[in-house]
């Protein structure tokens, strides 16, 4: 009996723990440029910061087949927002954040398509953490 439980009780906490890294990551610095880009995968959040002016964060998304790509960006920082398909071309974007928004893209084929965080100089962003 008492080795069932210590199995079982082992079972959920590997199983919990795997649960929390699953569903959060942080942002990690330097990703300022398309080569510098996070990795994103999807259902799982990202947390940043633009931690000045000049700083912008590039985060990279694999995508395997023609589609929708949806983007969910949460934050109040005023800053602007970008996605780029893989020959690194504005296909959407939204000039503030403010809330929560959805920016939805017609995908024709795989490849790596971009995601910028950026101070766009409208509304002076602030260091305000993101969400994605």
Do not use: W
Request: with cysteine; hydrophobic share 40%; glycine share 6%.
């Amino acid at each position: 009996m008492i080795s069932f439980l210590f199995r079982m009780f082992c079972q959920v906490v590997i199983l919990t723990l795997v649960a929390v890294n699953a569903h959060a990551a942080a942002e990690i610095e330097l990703n300022n440029s398309p080569g510098q880009a996070n990795t994103l995968s999807s259902g799982v959040l990202v947390s940043g910061n633009l931690y000045d002016d000049a700083d912008q964060d590039y985060f990279k998304i694999n995508v395997d087949s023609s589609g929708t790509l949806s983007i969910d960006v949460s934050s109040y920082n005023r800053a602007a927002v970008q996605v780029l398909n893989p020959s690194l071309q504005v296909v959407a974007g939204a000039d503030y954040i403010s809330g929560d928004k959805t920016l939805s893209v017609g995908v024709a084929s795989s490849g790596s398509y971009y995601i910028r965080i950026f101070d766009g100089n409208t509304y002076n962003a602030s260091t305000d953490p993101y969400d994605l």
